[in-house]
């Protein structure tokens, strides 16, 4: 599965951006799709994921502020990022967790990382 994100950019505390990912290549399905984001010196950590059915989860930092998103058709993941703040600032990384195709279905779960996306919010 290769991921392709689009969106980031520079914007100023309180402004938007949203951030598209999406999945393409030989799978049988994406069980989860998310964005994680990481920041020089510090680990990578979650901003939000949804799972085919819709169930999100969120990181306390970006409750209320965030929106993921998730269009299954298209194999496509978004992420609306409202009221930023300087401290989202990061390079975002979507990832999908997947299985590949076959009948009947198969198990085993791979992981898959975009290149990333900057986004910088200035103060």
């Known amino acids: 599965v290769q991921l392709v994100e689009s969106g980031g950019g520079l914007v100023q505390a309180g402004g938007s951006l949203r951030l598209s990912c999406a999945a393409s290549?030989?799978?049988?399905?994406?069980?989860?799709m998310g964005w994680y984001r990481q920041t020089p010196g510090k680990q990578r950590e979650l901003v939000a994921s949804?799972?085919?059915?819709?169930?999100?989860d969120y990181a306390d930092s970006v409750k209320g502020r965030f929106i993921i998103s998730r269009d299954n058709a298209k194999n496509t993941v978004y992420l609306q990022m409202n009221s930023l703040k300087p401290e989202d600032t990061a390079v975002y990384y979507c990832?999908?967790?997947?299985?590949?195709?076959?009948?009947?279905?198969?198990?085993?779960?791979?992981?898959?990382w975009g290149q990333g996306t900057q986004v910088t919010v200035s103060s």
């Open positions: 990832n999908a967790i997947w299985s590949p195709s076959g009948s009947p279905p198969r198990p085993e779960r791979f992981d898959s």
């Open positions: 290549g030989s799978f049988g399905s994406i069980h989860v």
């Open positions: 949804i799972a085919t059915g819709g169930t999100t």
